[in-house]
């Protein structure tokens, strides 16, 4: 299998893939974003989220540069990824952990679509990628959210980040502020 791994547009933003509960797909996703328009997402129109993606997508790169990742497998997107400055995913003050140093950029989102591809090193690549990027930007470190006991979560769980070489910068019960020193 061809793997390629990308930065996050406008145009592969839209080869993300849908499914049926909300967020509905991670091209539509504002939680780390715009927490204060969330609303009840049944009345939530997929374009209007779709054009408030891209509006913050333009945003964050005329600010901080690439923020994001789009891996491929044999030409089809199969994970996502989503980092910035805290300041630009304002969510991230708002977990009991939070809030995230000012010197780390912060992962929102670092998604395998199919969880048959989950333990195959498309995440680790993935991370791997954001890291060496952000090193040779003069980042200092990365930090996210993880998740302790359940894989269910936008970043992922806390195994994986401590394999990838985090360490728990600020302990929470379920969401511990992990962090990457560059």
Known sequence: ???????????????????????????????WELPEELSDPEKEKKEDM???????????????SNCGRIVYLDGKPAGYAQYAPPDL????????????????VFIGCLFIFDSKLRR????????QSIVNELRERGVRAVETFARKGNPNNPS???????????????????????????
């Open 1 to 31: 299998m061809k793997r390629e791994i990308l930065p996050l547009t406008e145009e592969n933003l839209k080869d993300t893939p849908e499914w049926g509960s909300h967020p509905f797909s991670c091209k539509y996703c504002l939680y």
């Open 50 to 64: 779709m054009q408030k993606k891209l509006r913050w997508l333009r945003e964050a790169r005329e600010r901080f």
């Open 89 to 104: 995913l304002p969510n991230s003050s708002n977990y009991p952990s939070s809030p995230p140093s000012e010197d780390a």
């Open 120 to 127: 195959s090193g498309l995440g680790s690549q993935m991370l």
């Open 156 to 182: 992922g769980p806390m195994e994986f980040y401590l394999k990838n070489g985090f360490h728990i910068y600020k302990d929470d019960k379920e969401f511990p502020l992990m962090r990457f020193d560059l």
